[in-house]
């Protein structure tokens, strides 16, 4: 079976996405300890980075409200 480009991206775009979505479920401890895993900051220096960049991050913007079925 061959797999169209659109298919494959499309399929990748979802696996991103779910990624992304079981990475931000986590507490920030819990991802600051997977983050500093490999690397040259301590979880704990992690941690004041994400919990930084959870403060300065913009409020998500309310869900628009669905349209009426005409």
Do not use: N
């Amino acid at each position: 079976m061959i797999t169209t480009r659109e298919q494959a991206l499309a399929e990748a775009r979802r696996a991103v996405d779910a990624a992304r979505a079981r990475r931000d479920a986590l507490p920030i401890r819990e991802a600051a300890r997977q983050a500093a895993a490999g690397s040259l900051r301590t979880p704990d220096e992690v941690e004041l980075i994400l919990r930084r960049l959870h403060r300065a991050a913009p409020a998500p913007a309310p869900a628009a409200p669905a349209a009426e079925a005409a």
